[in-house]
DNA sequence: GCACATTACATGCATCCGCATCTAATGCAA
DNA sequence: TTGCATTAGATGCGGATGCATGTAATGTGC
């Protein structure tokens, strides 16, 4: 394990993230109201395209299960997910994202498109 | 500009941003009580090995001014490092490591390196 | 069936962050 | 010099996060 090469990668993801999130949330939230981990969600929603376990969301996201929980409290009030009891589990909770999610979704998209293009468009290809 | 490659590599720094800065926290913090920023300043302070401006530091470390100046708050509480005012341009200040900076740098510098090790361990090379 | 461990999610709490703003020092133009 | 813009850093504030814990439902051993 080449260390110069971890530490490097470790810098470039640092650098890359912090732009990348910094940026994300400053349009996002300007433009369309949402912020980035909303979006996230939100975009697993519509990928899926299936009501979905908050634990499915919570293997998807990068946030801890108290805070996926509350990000869609905050998206439930803005009224673009529901959240209903399972019936299989009565402790389980499925979300739903909403017409109105996904037509904000569908308009924020092309944001977070063109802010992750600027971002990375000096990135060279991973080697598979 | 090909969306999908966009689109796979940030998702590719969401991941390993969360596990290396999850990791970080908690094994720097158990073993060190070093947060990821303060060990973060303290190994720039350790590789410039000179006292440096506040603003230096703001460019090399991915926080805000207001951020850095708590951080360095913390790591002065803690003994790791000084404030000095500059004589030059007596708005400025100068941060320099302490002795004790240095040791506790020393001490966890092994520990990042085996977090970020793990993490990235798996990680195709960079394509110049 | 009953007691206890476990799981799914919610919430109290402390912490950290960024934004906006404040203060003090500097630069500059007239 | 005087007045104003700018810069360096500190700080008030609101918001988001993670950890620990609480609550309710489910699973398990006996």
């Known amino acids: 394990m080449d260390e110069e090469f971890v530490v490097g990668t470790w810098h470039y993801v640092l650098a890359k993230h912090a732009k990348a999130m910094c940026a994300l949330e400053r349009e996002l939230g300007d433009k369309h109201g949402l912020g980035a981990s909303e979006f996230e969600v939100l975009d697993r929603m519509v990928r899926h395209d299936k009501k979905l376990r908050l634990q499915e969301l919570c293997d998807e996201v990068h946030l801890s299960q108290s805070a996926l929980s ?6 439930e009030k803005g009224g673009l997910v529901t959240r209903g009891v399972c019936d299989a589990d009565r402790r389980g909770v499925f ?3 909403t017409d109105e999610g996904r037509a904000r ?7 977070q498109r063109a802010v992750l293009a600027g971002v990375f468009s000096d990135t060279p290809a991973l080697t598979g």
Request: charged content about 20%; aromatic content about 0%; overall charge positive.
């Open 70 to 75: 509350r990000v869609v409290a905050r998206l």
């Open 95 to 97: 979300v739903c994202i």
């Open 105 to 111: 979704h569908t308009e924020a998209l092309p944001t």
